[in-house]
Structures are given as structure tokens and as C-alpha cells.
């Protein structure tokens, strides 16, 4: 298929270069002044991949949207809302979208699907979502993993997942859009929440936070009516092992690094997601005590070490 990934950054460069191994055509596309797409524009190379001359890079966004039939979108969650306001202006009809990102809109509460529908009609423009566990430096030296993607259209769910599975990552069918989304963007909080205990000292206790998160997780998931299985799948506790103990993990990271008082320079999609979640919790009247507590760490100064402890003296009760 002719396939143009719009981002360029970590994870939209990796999705380029692995369309593009198994056989589709490739354009990467991202904005013009962006050091991401200027560094691969001038060596076909960034910090954790290099693209073989059988992909395209380009900042043209007319070209890049109106020759593909399936385009792909891997930018910060947050910023999608205006990034349709733009790619809009192109005719989009006929195309499939796939969102390869992971968040909720913090300024709505609306999953990311739901903020494309704002602009398109879907079932002229149908929209899936590519969520799931794995990291770009493990699948550039060729370590396999699962994947997941999801859409309210069976068709295009099937023909998405048959054209993308390969040795490299199996896909299943998602059978839950919303368990996927809300449980792929819920994945990232938790995993700052254990980056909050690596930063403290308090790494045995994650095992604790993966039980715990989970049924949380799938609460909310229920609550906004999903299926509360999804948490349990690839979409969260999947993706658990690449989120709350990889080095690579950006979420992770964060949340070491902001409990020692240093500065993390790249994106960590679970900052705006534990506000998004608040929201679309209260909205639900589900109870999220510990995206509360990286919420309040994060945004109302409170001390990590009183908010992670106030989590070990709630109220006993029993745990399913």
C-alpha cells in the first residue's frame, strides 16, 4: 500500500522504517522546521534508526496526503487537534487514518479518535488506532513483539492488521476502541508513577503499582464503556514492562528524574494524560488515586513522598 506517516520523530520514524520493511510504500513527512525531519532529510539517519533510500522524506504535506491510501499520524497527543485543523485543508475521503500516539485531550477528555471525528466523517474516512508494547532499538536489531490495532470499522481493522502483521510484530484485532485508547494513554501515567519509585528508592513496590494500576485503569475503562479486560491486555498491562521498567521509557524517566530534581528535555505523553484522566474521571465519577497522586505531584507542587505514602494508608479494603 501507499502509506504516509505524518511525525518523524522517535516512534514515526520507526513506524516509516518498518512499513517500509515489509514491503509498503513509504513517505515520512514532518514539518519543515522540525530538527527531526531536517536531520533526516540530510543523512537519512536519527538517533535510533537509519532509513534505506526506498523511503521518501518530505515537509510536503499536500504530496505526502494525497498519494497515500493509509496515512499515519505519530506526533504529541496533544497537538493533534490543531494538526487536523491543517491536514484538513487536503481532501481526505476515502483515505484511512491511523493514530500510532497515545494520550487523551486534555483540554476535553476526549479520546484521540474522538478529536480526528471532530473533523472528518469516519465512515468516509475510517480511523484506527496502533497501540501496544515495544521500543524502537528493540525493533531495529530485529527483537519481535505484539501489537494491537483497533477501529468501530471490522473491515478496515482486518485490512490494516493483515497488511501490517510480520515476524517483527504480530498484531491482533482489537475488539474494544475505547478499553485501547484510554488503556494505551493510561499506561504512560503509571508509567511516571514508576519512575516516581525507581526516584525514591522504592523499586520493589512497582510490582504493587502494576496490580493496582491495572483495576484502576479498567474502572475508568468501564466506566466510559469499554470492556474492563482491555486493561489487561497489550493496550496496558501488555505494555507495562516497556513503560514502567524499560531505560528507554520516556514516562519512566520523567518520573525518576523529576523525583531527583533534574530536568527531562524529551516528550513524556503521561504529563498531560494524568490531567486529561482527572478530568475524564471526575466526568465519570471513578476513583483514580494514583493518577491523583502524579497529577498533585506534578501540577499542585505536593510532595511526592507524602502522596505516594498516602497510597499505602487509604482506607482498607477488600482488592477485587
Not at 253 to 277: D, N, P, Y
Request: hydrophobic share 40%; charged share 25%.
Amino acid at each position: 500500500m501507499k502509506i504516509s506517516v505524518l511525525g518523524c520523530g522517535r516512534w514515526g520514524s520507526c513506524i516509516a522504517w518498518y512499513l517500509d520493511r515489509i514491503g509498503h510504500e513509504v513517505v515520512s513527512c514532518g514539518l519543515e522546521n522540525a530538527p527531526e525531519l531536517q536531520q533526516l532529510l540530510k543523512t537519512h539517519h536519527n538517533d535510533y534508526l537509519t532509513y534505506p533510500e526506498s523511503i521518501t522524506v518530505t515537509f510536503d504535506h499536500r504530496f505526502a496526503i494525497e498519494r497515500a491510501e493509509v496515512i499515519v499520524i505519530s506526533i504529541s497527543a496533544q497537538y493533534l487537534r490543531d494538526y487536523m485543523q491543517t491536514i484538513t485543508q487536503y481532501d481526505l475521503d476515502g483515505k484511512i487514518i491511523v493514530l500510532c500516539m497515545k494520550g487523551i485531550e486534555e483540554s476535553t477528555g476526549k479520546r484521540l479518535t474522538q478529536v480526528v471525528g471532530d473533523f472528518v466523517d469516519t465512515d468516509q474516512t475510517p480511523v484506527a488506532v496502533w497501540v501496544g508494547p515495544g521500543h524502537p532499538q528493540d525493533y531495529v536489531k530485529g527483537i519481535p513483539n505484539c501489537m494491537v490495532i483497533d477501529s468501530e470499522n471490522e473491515e478496515v481493522k482486518s485490512k490494516l492488521v493483515h497488511s501490517f502483521n510480520s515476524e517483527l510484530i504480530r498484531f491482533y484485532l482489537g475488539t474494544d476502541l475505547i478499553g485501547s485508547e484510554i488503556g494505551a494513554a493510561a499506561k504512560n501515567v503509571v508509567g511516571i508513577a514508576a519512575g516516581m519509585l525507581d526516584g525514591a528508592g522504592c523499586t520493589s513496590i512497582k510490582g504493587a503499582l502494576m496490580a493496582r494500576g491495572t483495576r484502576e485503569v479498567a474502572r475508568l475503562i468501564k466506566a466510559a464503556g469499554g470492556n474492563e479486560l482491555s486493561a489487561y491486555g497489550l493496550c496496558h498491562l501488555g505494555d507495562y514492562e516497556a513503560t514502567l521498567f524499560s531505560p528507554w521509557s520516556h514516562n519512566r524517566r520523567f518520573g525518576e528524574m523529576f523525583i531527583k530534581g533534574e530536568k527531562f528535555e524529551k516528550l513524556a505523553e503521561g504529563v498531560m494524560t494524568s490531567k486529561a484522566m482527572l478530568r475524564l474521571g471526575e466526568q465519570l465519577g471513578v476513583d483514580l488515586p494514583i493518577t491523583t497522586a502524579v497529577y498533585r505531584i506534578l501540577f499542585e507542587n505536593s510532595s511526592a513522598k507524602e502522596e505516594l505514602s498516602a497510597l499505602f494508608t487509604r482506607s482498607i479494603k477488600e482488592e477485587f
